[in-house]
């Protein structure tokens, strides 16, 4: 299985701040690599998929880089709502797997 | 807006079945472009890809939970739905149901907002 490492395991922020969230695979994956955002008690949102295109109404405040095992979320401008867990997630091959999550708090 | 719901019967005991549905509105989950899968979360671990079915019946699981995983769909009710077998502690989770859409792989585009299961005795 395809190993996923996501760093940090959390990080404190301020809203306006630019942040970035690591993801590194435990092998090739080219540009198999979405990004999920998980808000307690609410239906998971996909952000990020292909390593940098931004799914349809997810601000362009978010955005996606990386290639090959390494790969990064930058959110621009953080607004009050995007405290949250981030996750990453390789599509390259079965059995799908996913990081083990940032938790962005303020 | 395509909603996905998951229900379920509520606790499960140890070596019994867990049973999950997941409907569907504002979308046809009959569409060839579409897949329909599960996924879970253990209290303080990561997300688990569990499986996931085509319309018209081709299923794809995690060989970790295989032998105890069932996925099927009833596009007359817009439903599919979750079995998993022999249950113990370790399938304690929310699980969650997602559409998945494949572009550069299987990608989950909408999701469901989970449901606690709890096994225990």
């Known amino acids: 299985d395809i190993q996923m490492t996501q760093s940090p395991s959390s990080l404190s922020a301020s809203v306006g701040d630019r942040v970035t969230i690591t993801c590194r695979a435990s092998q090739s994956i080219t540009s198999y690599l979405n990004w999920y955002q998980l808000k307690p008690g609410k239906a998971p949102k996909l952000l990020i998929y292909a390593a940098s295109s931004l799914q349809s109404g997810v601000p362009s405040r978010f955005s996606g880089r990386g290639s090959g095992t390494d790969f990064a979320l930058t959110i621009s401008s953080l607004q009050p709502e995007d405290f949250a867990t981030y996750f990453c997630q390789q599509s390259y091959t079965t059995p799908l797997t996913f990081g083990q999550g940032t938790k962005l708090e303020i | 807006q395509l909603q996905l719901q998951e229900s379920g019967p509520g606790p499960v005991k140890p070596s019994e079945t867990l049973s999950l549905t997941c409907s569907v509105s504002g979308g046809s989950i009959g569409s060839s472009a579409y897949y329909w899968g599960w996924i879970r979360q253990p209290p303080g671990k990561r997300l688990e890809w569990i499986g996931h079915?085509?319309?018209?019946?081709?299923?794809y699981y995690n060989p970790s939970l295989q032998s105890r995983v069932t996925i099927s769909v009833d596009t007359s009710k817009s439903q599919f739905s979750l079995k998993l077998s022999s249950v113990t502690a370790a399938d304690t989770a929310v699980y969650y149901c997602?559409?998945?859409?494949?572009?550069?792989?299987?990608?989950?585009?909408?999701w469901g907002q989970g449901t606690q299961v709890t096994v225990s005795s």
């Open positions: 079915i085509y319309y018209s019946g081709d299923t």
């Open positions: 997602a559409r998945i859409i494949e572009a550069w792989g299987y990608n989950f585009d909408y």
